[in-house]
T-cell receptor, first 116, second 113 residues
Framework: EADIYQTPRYLVIGTGKKITLECSQTMGHDKMYWYQQDPGMELHLIHYSYGVNSTEKGDLSSESTVSRIRTEHFPLTLESARPSHTSQYLCASSTPLGQGESGGYTFGSGTRLTVV | GDSVTQMEGPVTLSEEAFLTINCTYTATGYPSLFWYVQYPGEGLQLLLK?????DKGSNKGFEATYRKETTSFHLEKGSVQVSDSAVYFCALYRWDAGNMLTFGGGTRLMVKP
């Protein structure tokens, strides 16, 4: 049962439009992440957050922005969509783990964005 | 920095064949190791994990053993099914490195009936 939800699942939008991809989790996780997944499958971290009011840029430069006003919500915004933004966007969350603990991320089902 | 290297795909097998997907890593300290699976049109799901050397993770007939001496975590399954067709990601996690997962590039598995 998914505890992290992404909407919409699919989005086709015209160039220049502003869009927001939604991500919400019900697990109370502090850390949240956005990944961009290219057709070659590789995952690129574009944004992450340690908690409320914390946002950081990831390894891959992105024109998108994020906000974290509430623990459960981590939306990603593109102010002006371009065809180069066409991709799959995956949201994930996790709790900070101490030494000796294992865990992992919980992923949403993704949003497939197509900009025409 | 930390890195994970997976064998390139796609890996194409017939149903009931034996599967191995190689994964090696570079990291200092004592990372935890993971395999995630991504079915078509979905996000990633945790498949199995191992937290220390010689641990064996297992789930749904898949197994992987944490080999510190060879820095490897190869994924194996004795008899694959068509429903195993997916993309598999190896990943490592170090609790003392910002609580971030480092992913490999993914390996696509296609199983034919």
């Amino acid at each position: 049962e998914a505890d992290i939800y992404q909407t919409p699942r699919y989005l086709v939008i015209g160039t220049g439009k502003k869009i927001t991809l939604e991500c919400s989790q019900t697990m109370g996780h502090d850390k949240m992440y956005w990944y961009q997944q290219d057709p070659g499958m590789e995952l690129h971290l574009i944004h992450y957050s340690y908690g409320v009011n914390s946002t950081e840029k990831g390894d891959l430069s992105s024109e998108s922005t994020v906000s974290r006003i509430r623990t459960e919500h981590f939306p990603l915004t593109l102010e002006s969509a371009r065809p180069s933004h066409t991709s799959q966007y995956l949201c994930a969350s996790s709790t900070p783990l101490g030494q000796g603990e294992s865990g992992g991320y919980t992923f949403g089902s993704g949003t497939r964005l197509t900009v025409v | 920095g930390d890195s994970v290297t997976q064998m390139e795909g796609p890996v194409t097998l017939s149903e009931e064949a034996f599967l191995t997907i190689n994964c090696t890593y570079t990291a200092t300290g004592y990372p935890s190791l993971f395999w995630y699976v991504q079915y078509p049109g979905e996000g990633l799901q945790l498949l199995l994990k191992a937290t220390k050397a010689d641990d064996k993770g297992s789930n749904k007939g898949f197994e992987a053993t944490y080999r510190k001496e060879t820095t490897s975590f190869h994924l194996e399954k004795g008899s694959v099914q068509v429903s195993d067709s997916a993309v598999y990601f190896c990943a490592l996690y170090r609790w003392d490195a910002g609580n971030m997962l480092t992913f490999g590039g993914g390996t696509r598995l296609m199983v034919k009936p």
